[in-house]
């Protein structure tokens, strides 16, 4: 007996000593639930070593050897013994329920915040727009993950949607997970709290590629973020390609990715375009938009599964840059579209 119980007590120490391996918390958010993880590991404790207790003083107190064999006298429980118990558990569960509450709407309460991120799952890449900066960033899938960066101590406004299936969007640092779902967008706030390079991971099975379906977040100072966010749009417009020699062109969809990331046309005449994919039972598109902000749509083809092609023709466009994407896949399969000579960094009207 005495083994029995010192093997259950070495067992309750291990578990409390390993509990203490989570990782530090990186936001308020995760500081709010590790600090919610150690309230109920206490109370737990209190509960525990009341009820375990209470047994071992039962067992002593009315324990009863007989040189006979014969049973000892039993006690029959009472009205006020089933009362005090129900009233034992709702007093323990009356008293774990606000803590909980209370982290729950501290965790899931959305401030205003001037960082708005936009972030899209799809298989298997994840992609960020950063809507005040109108930065885009983007993995690619099987190649590299997506890397996001975020101003440290600043509230980041996070909307969070999928094109295709579920997707989980999961940093273990900062104790949070949230769905990414097709048509049902999902909004949170995070307010990262220290300087440093976070891994993060698609947390539900969303087909063959979820293993790799992995992103960065990289948590700087605001001066470094304003660098960053310099540098990729210089990048962005920076992006530029000949002029094809006559009016058509041709792009191919592969593991997810077109074969280029700009396609410079001739004004003042139709386009002919042939899409070609390449990416078996996979649906992909080509759409021309006016620039990241896909504030307005001025062509898309069907959606079509591969392995396939199509000849769509694309309408007469003014002078100008735009900004093309699979519909399907959004930032991830992206570039620029130029009209003409335009000046640089030029959008089309």
Same mark, same amino acid.
């Given at each position: 007996m005495l083994r029995r119980w010192l093997r259950g007590l070495a067992t309750f120490v291990a578990a409390a000593a390993l509990? +203490?391996? @989570? !990782? !530090?918390?990186?936001? @308020? !958010?995760? !500081?709010?639930?590790?600090? &919610?993880?150690?309230?109920? &590991? +206490? &109370?737990?404790t209190l509960v525990f070593v009341g009820v375990e207790g209470a047994l071992l003083w039962a067992i002593v107190r009315y324990r009863r050897r007989r040189d006979d064999g014969a049973e000892g006298p039993q006690w029959h429980g009472t009205n006020r013994m089933i009362l005090l118990f129900f009233l034992i558990g709702a007093v323990i569960v009356a008293t774990l329920y606000p803590f909980g509450e209370i982290t729950l709407a501290r965790v899931q309460e959305n401030p205003q915040s001037p960082e708005v991120i936009d972030i899209t799952g799809s298989q298997w890449q994840w992609s960020a727009f950063y809507e005040n900066e109108g930065v885009v960033v983007s993995g690619k899938s099987f190649v590299r993950p997506l890397v996001m960066e975020v101003p440290v101590d600043e509230p980041i406004h996070i909307h969070i949607v999928s094109n295709d299936v579920m997707h989980e969007f999961f940093v273990p640092a900062f104790y949070f997970m949230r769905n990414a779902m097709p048509g049902h967008p999902n909004d949170f706030t995070w307010t990262p709290t220290r300087i440093g390079t976070f891994q993060g991971q698609c947390a539900e099975y969303c087909g063959l590629g979820h293993y790799q379906m992995r992103f960065v977040v990289r948590v700087v100072s605001p001066t470094d973020f304003s660098a960053w966010v310099k540098k990729e749009r210089k990048a962005a417009l920076s992006i530029n390609c000949p002029q094809t020699s006559g009016a058509s062109v041709h792009i191919t969809a592969h593991n997810i990715s077109w074969d280029t990331n700009c396609i410079h046309v001739p004004q003042g005449t139709p386009i002919a375009l042939t899409i070609t994919n390449d990416d078996g039972g996979i649906d992909h598109n080509f759409a021309i938009w006016n620039g990241i902000d896909t504030a307005h749509q001025f062509f898309a083809s069907g959606k079509f599964p591969g392995v396939a092609t199509r000849t769509e023709t694309i309408p007469t466009l003014d002078p100008g840059r735009y900004y093309f994407q699979c519909n399907v896949h959004g930032p991830a399969m992206s570039g620029v579209f130029i009209v003409g000579n335009p000046p640089s960094g030029q959008k089309g009207s």
């Open positions: 509990a +203490g391996c @989570t !990782q !530090q918390p990186a936001t @308020t !958010q995760a !500081q709010d639930t590790h600090r &919610l993880f150690y309230i109920t &590991l +206490g &109370l737990a």
